[in-house]
């Protein structure tokens, strides 16, 4: 006769080994939110007003804060809708669309001699080469090296005038290869740890409109890709679900392998 109870604790071992998680294989891949976070040059930046912080005169200590700033600040996603009349705004894209296996493509070197470089398809062929076929469903991340410069607004921008953002320098993607990702690889989301999915210089963002029109949305300023394989991590993108929003916040983060 089969023990109910071996049965129970079978299971419960059972559910406690899949769902165990090994913080050695976290990666977590957000910059903070502060004053000092790095926002888009018009953007309004990221505040944190104190309203309480103390001990009350009950005896217990209490913190409360408001706070506010652009959708696009620090590390965010672009909803397709940002670029993209008619496709999902923040809070429709579902949530299978932001998890999912990472790919991440190396272009640290070309980054390096090149502060304007695009990822071009070409560079996705040579990976693919290398690793094999990019699997529809997977969420591209490009490391262009470019965290080492975080906090460092001239550096990470290449300029670090307020209020205008008509002379930047910084890698992105190319619209032959973002439209290559989404009508070849059928990719859920895309993200790469610069400002912009388009690069610096661009003044169209063709880039954004290719992906928007494709409901693909975007990580921008992601941290710690260099902790990340080629393949193998999974990687959950949590966005703030902001009612008709273009983009928010992003909490992001990787399961190694």
Same mark, same amino acid.
């Given at each position: 006769m089969?023990n109910?109870l071996a049965?129970?604790l079978?299971?419960?071992?059972?559910?406690?080994?899949?769902y165990a998680?090994d913080?050695k294989k976290l990666v977590?891949m957000?910059?903070?939110?502060?004053a000092d976070t790095l926002h888009?040059p018009?953007?309004k930046?990221?505040?944190?007003?104190?309203?309480?912080?103390?001990m009350t005169?009950?005896g217990?200590?209490?913190s409360?804060?408001n706070?506010?700033?652009?959708?696009?600040?620090?590390?965010h996603?672009?909803?397709p809708?940002?670029f993209?009349e008619g496709?999902w705004?923040?809070?429709?894209?579902p949530l299978?669309?932001?998890?999912g296996?990472?790919i991440?493509?190396?272009?640290?070197?070309?980054a390096?001699a090149?502060?304007?470089?695009?990822l071009s398809?070409g560079?996705?062929?040579?990976?693919?080469?290398r690793?094999?076929?990019?699997?529809? !469903?997977?969420?591209?991340?490009?490391h262009s090296?470019? !965290?080492?410069?975080?906090?460092?607004?001239k550096r990470?921008f290449?300029?670090?005038?307020?209020g205008d953002a008509?002379?930047?320098?910084?890698? !992105?993607?190319?619209?032959?290869?973002a439209a290559f990702?989404?009508?070849e690889?059928?990719?859920?989301?895309?993200?790469?740890?610069?400002p912009?999915?388009?690069?610096?210089?661009s003044k169209?963002?063709?880039?954004?409109?290719?992906?928007g029109?494709a409901?693909?949305?975007?990580?921008?300023n992601?941290a710690?890709?260099?902790?990340?394989?080629a393949?193998?991590?999974t990687?959950?993108a949590i966005?703030?679900?902001?009612?008709?929003?273009?983009?928010?916040p992003?909490?992001?983060?990787?399961?190694?392998?």
């Amino acid at each position: 006769m089969t023990n109910p109870l071996a049965i129970l604790l079978s299971v419960l071992v059972w559910i406690s080994s899949a769902y165990a998680i090994d913080d050695k294989k976290l990666v977590d891949m957000t910059y903070s939110f502060s004053a000092d976070t790095l926002h888009w040059p018009t953007a309004k930046p990221f505040q944190l007003e104190k309203v309480n912080e103390g001990m009350t005169p009950q005896g217990f200590w209490y913190s409360s804060y408001n706070y506010g700033g652009s959708e696009h600040v620090g590390t965010h996603l672009d909803a397709p809708f940002h670029f993209a009349e008619g496709r999902w705004t923040t809070e429709q894209i579902p949530l299978g669309q932001t998890i999912g296996p990472a790919i991440v493509i190396d272009v640290r070197r070309q980054a390096e001699a090149d502060r304007d470089y695009r990822l071009s398809a070409g560079d996705i062929h040579r990976w693919e080469k290398r690793h094999g076929c990019i699997p529809a !469903g997977a969420i591209v991340l490009m490391h262009s090296g470019w !965290g080492k410069y975080w906090g460092d607004r001239k550096r990470y921008f290449g300029s670090d005038q307020p209020g205008d953002a008509s002379d930047l320098h910084f890698p !992105g993607l190319s619209k032959e290869a973002a439209a290559f990702l989404v009508k070849e690889r059928r990719i859920k989301a895309i993200g790469l740890d610069t400002p912009s999915i388009d690069h610096g210089p661009s003044k169209d963002f063709v880039v954004h409109q290719v992906l928007g029109a494709a409901n693909v949305p975007i990580f921008e300023n992601v941290a710690a890709l260099e902790r990340l394989p080629a393949t193998g991590a999974t990687v959950f993108a949590i966005p703030m679900k902001i009612k008709g929003g273009s983009g928010a916040p992003l909490r992001i983060f990787a399961v190694l392998p």
